[in-house]
């Protein structure tokens, strides 16, 4: 039996040593000028704080010369504020995270002097305890691989795979640290026959690590290359070998998802695109262009490519973070030519006509949910909003 390999790299993370600044600010507790203060605020300012399926938080305060102090908190935006601290030295801050059903998985601590009219900043280290494990595997929209379901197993743990938007997903619950895992993975077909399968020892040993895996395939299938996103610890993405990299040569290849037809400013400057690789290959667009119905043409630049599972943002000279840049293409926001389309050579990759129901408004971009994409020619399909270069989150 012939065997073909994919690489799968995946990221124990969701929890990972961060530092809470502790803004330390006495205020009076009683009024009058004359009278002296006695206790204290102190804003624990958490900034980004992800914890997969968190639960609260909870600030320990104490010292020898004050009853203890004790607040909790079920949701946490950017901070917490602790008031009726008394006025002291060597008060002490216990910072406790709890996750999944009540696990600590984050805990820290400092000690600040709390002195009338005067603010402080100590940073608190906040050290993990446990895991979490997050797999992404890229299915590609159209799944043409036919994986309908897969399970993960660790050791007496199992987790089963959700599909959402091309990508299979899972997702542990927390997991101790330092203990060392039997890992065994398979993705099946509807019928429940095996597709891919693998095996591998894993020790989750920090909160922040990347593990490769090889899956088997039980028949000739494409090879996948997967590696850890950069910028999102969380998200795994796919990255195919360049020996299979391809002009997109079937209708949905790729799509347009945001369209910013009509900016509210003067004039045209701020107009932009996305479009999406809904495939597994990275699709070479050096030959392609972009129509629309009163004839202008936009080249895609040479040597342009497009990884998949991707977006791709691009717009006109005042657009910011623009994969890149054009000048003499305009979008139409009136009238009946409205009919735009993504061309290789001669064959249409894509077509659109953005007319009514789309929403088409003024300062507004209108985009396409990933998952709506087999009915993206339906203006229903679409929403206002801005999300460039991800999914659409719809106003």
Known sequence: M???????LFTACGLWAMVIALFVMACSSVSGENEEQSDG???????RLQVPLFDSISVHVSADDMKSLHISANSVND??????????????????????????????????DIIANQAATIPISLNALSGFLRLEIP???????NIHSGTLLLDSLEF?????????IFSTGALPLNQVFNLYLKLMDEGGDTLFFGEKQITL??????????????????ILELEASSSEPMQILAVLPTS???????????????????????????????IYNATLDTLMLSYCEIKHASSLILKMPDSLILPPMSFLFFGREN???????????????????????????????????????????????????????????????WCLGFSRKQDALCQ
Do not use: W
């Not at 012939?2 to 799968?8: A, G, I, N, P, T």
């Not at 605020?41 to 900034?47: A, Q």
């Not at 040569?249 to 932009?272: H, K, R």
């Open 41 to 47: 605020t102190v804003k624990l300012v958490l900034g």
């Open 319 to 381: 657009v910011g973070n623009a994969d890149f840049n054009y000048k003499s293409f305009k979008l139409n926001n009136s009238g009946n030519n409205l009919d735009l389309g993504f061309y290789c050579g001669t064959f249409a990759i894509d077509t659109l006509n953005y007319s009514s129901p789309f929403p088409l408004k003024q300062g507004t971009a209108m985009q396409l949910p990933l998952s709506n994409f087999a009915d993206r020619a339906n203006g229903t399909s």
């Open 2 to 8: 012939q065997r073909h390999f994919c690489v799968l």
């Open 139 to 145: 299915l590609g929209l159209a799944n043409r691989e």
């Open 79 to 112: 901070n917490i504020k602790i008031e009726g601290i008394p006025l002291g030295e060597n008060r002490k801050f216990e910072v406790k995270v709890y996750a999944d059903n009540g696990k600590e998985v984050l805990e820290g601590e400092a000690v600040a």
């Open 205 to 222: 040993s920090s909160i922040l690590q990347t593990e490769t895996m090889l899956l088997q395939s039980t028949k000739s299938s494409v």
């Open 244 to 274: 299979v990299s391809r002009p997109p040569e079937n209708y949905g290849d790729l799509f347009f998802t945001e369209i910013f037809a009509n900016p509210q400013v003067s004039g045209d400057d701020f107009e932009y695109m996305e």
């Open 160 to 168: 089963e795979m959700q599909i959402e938007s091309g990508k299979g």
